[in-house]
C-alpha cells in the first residue's frame, strides 16, 4: 500500500518555508525522499532509516517518526531551483530490508519569485 | 561518468505488437528496477532484480516481461497484452538495500 503525501501541491514565494509529509498505513523501517522536475528523472534527496534521525541536504532537511509511521521534509528559504514534485518512497509490502519501494502520489512544489 | 542509459527516449506502439525498452548501467549496481509513471501520478513499480537471471514482478507486471542475462542490462518488454501502455517509462538501479536509486532519463511510450 503506497503512502499518503501531503499536501498535494503548494505555490510559494522565493525565500518562505515549506513541509511535505508522507504516511504511512504499515510500519516503517525506512524512507526515501526524490525530487523530479518536469519531465526528468527523479533525483535522490535523501534516506531516513528507523531510529528517528534527521537528516539535510542544503537547505533541506528532513524527520522520521516511526511511532507515527510518518516523515516530513522540510525545505527553508525556498529557492527557484527546488521546484518540482517531490516524493516518498517506503518499503514495498513486507520488504523490510528496503530492496524495493512503493511511492507515494506525490507533492507538487512550485516556486515563485 | 558511470550512469544508467535508457534507450529510446520515444517510442510508439502499434495496435498488436510487443516493443522493448533498453536499459544499460555501468555502475556496478546489482539491483535493477523497473517503473512506470502516468502524467501527474506516482512512480509504480513494475519489475525488480537482484541479481542476474533473477527477477521479481511489482505492482504492475501484467502485460510486462523482462529479463536480465547480464549484470549491466535489465531490458523491459511491453507485451500486446499490456491494453494502455501509454506512460513514462523509468529505469533504475542501486548498490544495496537503503541506498539510493539512480534513474536514466526515461522513456515516452505512445500507441500509434
Known amino acids: 500500500q503506497q503512502p499518503v503525501q501531503s499536501p498535494q501541491a503548494v505555490i510559494l514565494r522565493e525565500g518562505e518555508d515549506a513541509v511535505i509529509n508522507c504516511s504511512s498505513s504499515?510500519?516503517?523501517?525506512?524512507v526515501h525522499w526524490y525530487r523530479q522536475k518536469h519531465g526528468e528523472a527523479p533525483v535522490f534527496l535523501m534516506i531516513?532509516?528507523?531510529?528517528?534521525e534527521q537528516k539535510g541536504h542544503e537547505k533541506i532537511s528532513a524527520s522520521f517518526n516511526e511511532k507515527k509511521q510518518q516523515s516530513s521534509l522540510y525545505l527553508t528559504a525556498s529557492q527557484l531551483s527546488y521546484s518540482g514534485t517531490y516524493f516518498c518512497?517506503?518499503?514495498?509490502?513486507?520488504?523490510?530490508?528496503?530492496?524495493?519501494?512503493?511511492f507515494g502520489g506525490g507533492t507538487r512544489l512550485m516556486v515563485k519569485p | 561518468d558511470g550512469g544508467i542509459t535508457q534507450s529510446p527516449k520515444y517510442l510508439f506502439r502499434k495496435e498488436g505488437q510487443n516493443v522493448t525498452l533498453s536499459c544499460e548501467q555501468n555502475?556496478?549496481?546489482?539491483?535493477m528496477y523497473w517503473y512506470r509513471q502516468d502524467p501527474g501520478q506516482g512512480l509504480r513499480l513494475i519489475y525488480y532484480?537482484?541479481?542476474?537471471?533473477?527477477?521479481q514482478k511489482g505492482d504492475i507486471a501484467e502485460g510486462y516481461s523482462v529479463s536480465r542475462e547480464k549484470k549491466e542490462s535489465f531490458p523491459l518488454t511491453v507485451t500486446s497484452a499490456q491494453k494502455n501502455p501509454t506512460a513514462f517509462y523509468l529505469c533504475?538501479?542501486?548498490?544495496?538495500?537503503?541506498?539510493?536509486?539512480?534513474f536514466g532519463d526515461g522513456t515516452r511510450l505512445s500507441i500509434l
Open positions: 518512497g517506503t518499503p514495498w509490502r513486507g520488504d523490510n530490508a528496503g530492496n524495493m519501494l512503493t
Open positions: 555502475l556496478n549496481h546489482d539491483a
Open positions: 504499515k510500519a516503517l523501517y525506512s
Open positions: 533504475a538501479s542501486r548498490v544495496r538495500a537503503n541506498q539510493p536509486q539512480h
Open positions: 531516513l532509516l528507523k531510529g528517528g
Open positions: 532484480s537482484q541479481i542476474v537471471n533473477d527477477f
